[in-house]
C-alpha cells in the first residue's frame, strides 16, 4: 500500500489526462458529460439509451466496460439491499440514474490510444 501511495500523484496525473480527453471529445454528443474538474476513478456518462444495449455492442468489440458499479445505488451489485437499510423506491433519481450510467475506465494502464477507440465506438452507436 505505501508503495502505491507513492505512485498516486503519478496515477491521478494519467486518470485527470484521459478524463478531460473524455470530456472534450464527448462534449457535443448525446452523453452527459461531469460537469469541472476531478479526478475520476472510473469516468460516468449518462445518456437516455439502453445502457445494456451499449455494453454488450462494445463487449462484442471487445471493450468491456461493465465494471459492476452500475444498475443499483448499493454497489457493487449484489449487494443484500436489506442488510444494507436501503429501501427500493427512496431514491428514485438515484435508481434512474444507476440504469443509464456508462463508467468509462481511467486507470494507469489504459493509452490514449484506448481511450480514443472507446469514444469513436461511443461517437458511431446509435
Known sequence: A???LGKLEKFNAHRK???DFYAKE???SKFSVPKGEGIF?????IADIDADKLLNDL??????L?????????VPLGTDLNKMNYIPGSCPVAEKMAEKIVNLP???TLSEENAKEIIDLLKSWK
Open 66 to 74: 461493465n465494471d459492476g458499479w452500475r444498475r443499483s445505488v448499493v
Open 41 to 45: 476513478m472510473r469516468y460516468p456518462l
Open 17 to 19: 489526462k484521459i478524463s
Open 59 to 64: 463487449k462484442r468489440k471487445s471493450i468491456v
Open 2 to 4: 505505501l508503495r502505491q
Open 106 to 108: 481511467t486507470h494507469i
Open 26 to 28: 464527448l462534449k457535443e
